[in-house]
Structure formats: C-alpha cells, structure tokens
C-alpha cells in the first residue's frame, strides 16, 4: 500500500469516526474499498490522489458537488444514497470541517491534479437589482433554456417539470403527471367557458391538459424562450391554438380588460424571491375576479432547515436567485393581498417519488443527453435532483399546495362545504 493510499484511509477512518458510513463505499485510485469490501447501494469512486483534498478542503457541501463535477469524484449505484457522505460530515459535532484538526490533517493529504481541464458546469453572474423584469429573465433561462430536448429525454411524456401525484408508489411517471394535473383542475374547480391564467406554464403540459379535460380557455406566461415556443407547437399540434394563448411574459407584464375566473402557479414562486411575494400576490390578486380561486403550488423550507450550511449550490449551478421560504411567510405574504386561505396540502412524498423518476430516467439516458449538454451539465442536474429527492424523503424540503379565494364584496366564496368532488 503506497504513502498517499494509507494516508488517506487513515485520514477517513477518524473522519468518520463519529458517523459510521452504512449506505456508501469509497473505492480508491488503486482498486481498494475503504471501509470495507461490504457491498453498499452506492460507491464513491475517488479518481487520483488528491481527491479527498479537493472534495473536502472548501468545508462546506457546494465544495464537495462542484467536486463532483470536476471529476474528482464520481458515484457508482444510486445517487441518492451516496448524500449519506455529506449527512455524516454535517453530523459532526463540530460541524462541517470547523475542526482545526481535521482541516490540518486533511492538508497533508495529496493535494489536488494542477490542472484536472474539467469545468464547473454552467453558471452565471446575474447584474441588476434582485428580482428586476431583465434579472428575472436571465435568472429563468439560465435554467429552462438548456435545451428542449435535453429535458425530453428524462421528463413525461407531457414535460410536466414539476411533483406528480401518485395513488400507489408503483404508479409510471406519466400516470402520476395526469394525476397531479387533474389534482390542480379539480382544486381550481374549473367548469367549460371559464378563463384560466397558468403562471409560469412551462411547455403547456397543463393548459393543454386543463383546455382539452375542462373546456377552458388558458393563457400561459413564461419568461423562457426554447419553452414557449415548444409550447405553443404543442397547442397547434394538439388543435387548441382557439383556446391555449402560451406568451413570452413575465407576470407583472400581464394586462387584461376582464380578470380571469382562476388562475394557478406551479413551480414559479420559488422564482419569486420572499421579500417580493407581497407583490406576487397582490399582482393574482388583480388579475383573479371575485369568487375566482388561486392555487399556488411551490416548494418550501421543511421541518429541517439547519442540517446543511455555507454557500448554496443549487443556487450557484441550478436556480440562481432563486428561495424557498417557509409556508408560514408565503401564507403571510398572501393574506395582506385579501386572500382567504381555503387549503394546504403538502405533498412533499410525492416529489420525493417524482424526482427519483427523474434520476433514474436521466441516468439511463445518459449517453444521449450528452448529445444536447456536457459531461458537467449532465452532473448538475443528475446531482441536484438526487439531493432534491434526498430533501423531500427527510423533510428538509415541502412541497405546498395552496388553495386561496378571492372573496365577494359581501364576503362569500361561491365554494362547496366540502372538498368531496375533487376526489369524486
């Protein structure tokens, strides 16, 4: 056994001390498993010498993914699981790497290759006040507009970005995206002739589905070039360009001459910012008529909020600006607007069960997503969503649906006693 390889499994054998790794396995340059041979659902595979250095040695979690995008390190087995090597580290009872110790002992290990060539993945430095009209814009496609064809490969057949609904856990992606979209149609309570604002419509999965199920007429808004032209392909091909408008637009650029009878937002506030949901839902709150409805379907801090610190990945290679606050803000930032809250239901297993969907999808698509992104593009987001799913399972992360109405002059919503007919 060479110096470098038993300095660094001495090195892990007290790191680790504290929090035994269960679900993972380290492999070495040279073939060997540290901690043992004991087969685990995921392998770490460390690619040189100064590997472990360059994983560990910026002490927090986003130093150790842009590791992986670097190549130092790549991960064998399910994704998911190999999170449990950051949990361990952040289970520490000095926290991540604040042990003077570890970071001197972790500094005598082989430093890292001169010059590995490999890049970090996209990322982009955003000018601008803070959720500006142009901010935003550049914010939005930055992440949408990678490539269509790259989120065909792994999304439903519908490019439904966002949690399905699952009945059983053994339900198919595209069942669960029907499902959840017939979830939003029958939360809003839609009825034939009445109008519908999609916020953030992606691909025009759901205001194809809402028009063509309910008898609707829908206009959606995205801040995304590649999908609003992907959509409004979809509403011609599915012959419904008579009642599906898809527009290049920001919310807050939305004008019309009579208020919409419901409007629904999923997976656009996480856009948003908190400090500027007073306005978001002010901005619904014009556009909706009286007795209208306002379904609001984001993710949001969980239970735990505390269990990884430092600068944040996601928003340094997947989401920039982008924020998740609690569900105790977005309802506070939703009543001052004259919002009578009706429903929360979070569905935060589902996205857990959607976003494993997603991985495994990607990963045996991953020779042609090369064909449409790099090697380290590819790794953000197989990555991310493999830490998404990790957060969802564990509570750090909900995904809140929130059913407001717009009350009448004298106070009456219009709405059933009952929530039987969703279910119906």
Same mark, same amino acid.
């Given at each position: ?62 130093? %150790? ?41 972790? %500094? ?38 990678? !490539? ?68 609707? !007429? ?164 197989? %990555? ?41």
């Amino acid at each position: 056994m060479n110096a470098a390889v038993s300095s660094t499994r001495r090195f892990l054998d007290r790191l680790f001390s504290e929090a035994p790794l269960e679900r993972v396995s380290l492999r070495l340059w040279d073939g060997s498993r540290w901690p043992d041979d004991r087969p685990r659902p995921a392998t770490v595979v460390l690619k040189h010498p100064g590997a472990v250095r360059s994983m560990l040695a910026s002490r927090n979690a986003k130093g %150790l993914g842009e590791a992986y995008l670097r190549n130092d390190f790549d991960v064998e087995g399910d994704i998911e699981e190999s999170l449990e090597l950051a949990v361990a580290l952040e289970s520490k009872r000095s926290g991540f790497f604040e042990s003077l110790a570890d970071y001197f002992r972790l %500094l005598r290990l082989p430093g890292p290759e001169a010059e590995r060539g490999a890049r970090l993945g996209n990322s982009i430095a955003l000018e601008g006040a803070e959720h500006s009209l142009d901010r935003d814009r550049k914010a939005v496609s930055f992440h949408y507009d990678v !490539s269509n064809e790259f989120y065909q490969l792994w999304l439903d057949r519908r490019m439904i970005y966002s949690c399905g609904y699952f009945e059983t856990p053994e339900d198919d992606l595209d069942t669960a995206q029907a499902n959840k979209l017939r979830h939003l149609c029958r939360k809003l309570r839609l009825a034939p002739g009445q109008r519908l604002l999609d916020i953030g419509c992606g691909w025009g999965g759901l205001a194809i589905f809402a028009a063509r199920n309910f008898g609707v !007429s829908v206009v959606g808004v995205t801040l995304s070039e590649r999908q609003a032209e992907l959509a409004n392909e979809r509403v011609r091909e599915a012959g419904l360009s008579d009642r599906v408008r898809i527009e290049l637009r920001d919310y807050r650029e939305v004008k019309v001459a009579d208020p919409f009878d419901a409007i629904v937002s999923v997976g656009m506030s996480e856009h948003v910012g908190r400090d500027h949901l007073p306005e978001y839902f002010r901005t619904a709150w014009a556009l909706l008529r009286p007795g209208g409805v306002f379904l609001n379907h984001a993710i949001g801090e969980g239970l735990q909020t505390d269990r990884f610190h430092g600068p944040s990945f996601v928003n340094e290679h997947v989401f920039p600006d982008g924020d998740i606050p609690p569900i105790q803000v977005v309802l506070a930032s939703a009543a001052p607007a004259g919002f009578d809250v009706r429903d929360v239901e979070n569905l935060r297993e589902h996205y857990t069960l959607t976003l494993r969907h997603w991985v495994r999808r990607l990963e045996a698509r991953r020779e042609d997503a090369r064909k449409f992104v790099d090697e380290p593009t590819y790794r953000v987001w197989r %990555l991310y969503m493999a830490a998404s799913a990790h957060g969802f399972d564990h509570g750090d992360l909900g995904l809140y649906q929130v059913l407001l109405s717009k009350p009448m002059p004298d106070g009456a919503t219009g709405l059933p006693l009952t929530r039987r007919d969703w279910y119906a």
